[in-house]
Every structure is written in structure tokens, then in C-alpha cells.
């Protein structure tokens, strides 16, 4: 049983329009596979028959509930490592020197069930130029479950295990049954909000530095280029981005300069580099 | 680089073994502490890294950890505990013995490739 062409091309573009990821043909298995729990949730004996029904009825809530099936929140604890790294020995220490008011602000603009946030708290209290700083940290997410997941910080056993160091297991978790939950202390420094990147962003003031990591990548060419675009407008001129490993400005948006830190890159509005001449870090 | 695994579950050894041959090690194993003392005995140097389970015949993984720290030419094997032991205790205790780092079983061959990454041991970090 394969979802039907019809329904197909119905959940392909309520789901571009709603968040802009792109799903090709050839998808009709991850689709499929993703909302047969939806329509049976729902009281249907198929995809087919739930996705009618919806292109009838056309709830909201039901709507939101298929874009959100759809999105992938594959996230780990300090991701790929590196960049993480280059936020503790080189971003951090930069900023540092350059912010009087003892402030940072930063945005994890796509973060998934919570750990991009929340490592990048844990990297904050690990970097000894911060200690005193206050850190604004603000994280949103297109899906209303994962910001309820992000918000409550609990932890399968299998995610502790991905990337997260032992020694910092024990220092921030702790045990809740089978799962694992970050400190209160933690969690309470990191403010969760629901948005859509391809939406004009609401007010939230300027970052020194966005994490706007493995979502890129499921958006066409122009929504990148207004996704990276709007992310300028909200950024210091001298912030700095960190994108996934597989994404890039270069011929998207090419305001925007690749600049090493440590063994990774992070990315800087070029006006910044050129006009000041000074702040890349290195 | 030389890796120890020790595990009394052959399929467990052969499983962490493939994992580690995937990304370059050379594999030694044993079946309990304190055979594995005697694997490290026999070697003209140490390995880089030994992965070890906790709960073993003879001798366990707690006491195994406890007596290669005890030998200053065995301090620069990373030791990474390798087990079903959960507590958070058990985890704190580990590390105080010497352990660098703490795998729960189960766990994904994605979860041990981002541990060694954690511990430097990848050829290069790609970003597993
Ligand atoms: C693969 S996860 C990446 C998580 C984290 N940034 C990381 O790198 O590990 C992608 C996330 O992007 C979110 N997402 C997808 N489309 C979005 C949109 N239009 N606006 C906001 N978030 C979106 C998904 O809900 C998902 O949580």
C-alpha cells in the first residue's frame, strides 16, 4: 500500500507553504510512513482516506499536525563537535573582549528537541571569559512538540548517549525514572518560542550570535536566500552564524563571509569584516 | 591505534570490535579484567583506548579501571566504560576511578563514533 499521487501532492504542498521544506518525489515512503500514525490516531483505514478527508475539512490544528509529522528533528548533544568547540575558544573570547554590558544574546533559531540550546548553555559555563556574563539565549522551533519536549529537558538513555559527554552528564542531569533530566538550572536559561523561519521573524531584539544549523537544508534556493537575509537583519553587525556541516552561504546569500574558528566556520556579515577591519576570529 | 575491548559477551566484543575496525583501530580483546591485565601485560606499548564493561566474572570493570590507573605506563590508555549500569552514582564513581567517558548500553554505533570524537579519537572529525 504506497500513498496515492493526490494525496501526495496535497501533504507536499500544505507542507511547503506551512514551513517551506521541500519534498521530492520519491518521498512518498517517508510520507506515508510518517502519517499512518496521524490517520490512524484519527479513526482512518489509510493515508488516503485521512489526507481526503483533511483536504475537505481543512482543520488547523489537524493541518499543523502533518506539517510538524513531516519535519525532521534529528539533533544531538554539542552537534559535530567542532563547532562547539570554536564557540568556547574562539567565538566566546571574542565577544567577550568587545561587550562591555557583560551580555550576549544568541538565537537557536531551529532547535529541535533542546539540545543545540542547551549545549550551547553548558559551552557557555565551560568558557571561563563568561563567567560573571549574562546569557540571553532564545530558542524556537516550528513545532509546538518539540519546544513541550525542549521545555520539560528530559532524555531517553539512547539520546544521552549521543554526544554528551560523561563528565557533563553528571554535572547538569539528572536521574527521572528511565530518563534523564537537565538541571532546572539549566533549563530556566533558555527561553522557548514557537517560529517559523519563513515567516517575518517577531521582535526579539539583536543576536551576537545565531545557530541556524540543519534546517536550511530542507528549504529551496529562495527560501534560504530570505531565510539568511532576515537572519542579518537581527543580527550584530559583528555576530557570528554557525550553519550545519552541508550548508553554506556562498551563491545564496553572498552578504555573508565564511570565516574559520578553530576547526570550524562560522559565518560573518562581510560590511562588518571590510568597514571595521578588525574582529574576525581566528 | 590499538584498542582493548573487554566484555565476557563475545557478540558484545564482536559489535564494539566492528565498530572501532570501521574507523581504523586494531582490536585486542578479553574476557574479564583480569585477563585483560594480562593482554596489557604482554604488549610492547599500550593501546590508545580500552572499552570496558562493568559487570564481568573474575574481575570487573571497576576494579580493572581501578588497577590500570594504578600504572604510570598505562596512563595514557583512554578508558571508556562500555555497560548496562545506569545509576548515576555508578557513572560518578567510574570517573573518579579513571574512566574518560561512559557508555550505556544499548547504544547506536553513531552514539560511540560521537564518543570517540568526544575523546579525539576519530582519524579526523568529520561530524559524525
Ligand atoms: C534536523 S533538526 C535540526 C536541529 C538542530 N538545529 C541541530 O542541528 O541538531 C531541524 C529542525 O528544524 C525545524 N524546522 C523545520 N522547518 C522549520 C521552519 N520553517 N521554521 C522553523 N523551524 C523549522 C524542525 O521542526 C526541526 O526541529
Redesign the pocket.
Known sequence: MTISPQAFTFVRELVRAE???VLETGKEYLVESRLVPLARAAGHPDVDAYVADLSKRRTPAAMKQVV?AL??????WF?DSDPFTALRQNVFPALAKTRSNRTLRIW??????G??PYSIIMTALDTPELAGWKIELVA????EE?LTRSRKGEYSQLEVNRGLPATTLVRHFERSGLNWRINQSIRDRVEFRS????RPFPPMGRFDIV?????LI??DLPTKRDVLKRVRQVMAPDGHLFL?AAEMTMGVDDAWERVPAGRSSVYRIREAITVRGSTCVH | MRALIVDDSRAMRRIVGRILEGVGFEVLEAGDGQEALGVLEGLDGPPELACVDWNMPVMDGFTFITEVRKRSEWRSITLMMVTTESEMDQIVRALAAGAHEYLIKPFTGEAMLEKLDLLGLLPTSTGV
Do not use: H, K, P
Open positions: 514551513s517551506a521544506i510538524e519535519t525532521t528533528n534529528e539533533t544531538s552537534r537557536a533559531g531551529a532547535c529541535s528537541s539540545q543545540e524556537t522551533d516550528l513545532s518539540m517560529l517559523n523561519l519563513t545557530f541556524l544549523r540543519n534546517v530542507y528549504f550545519g
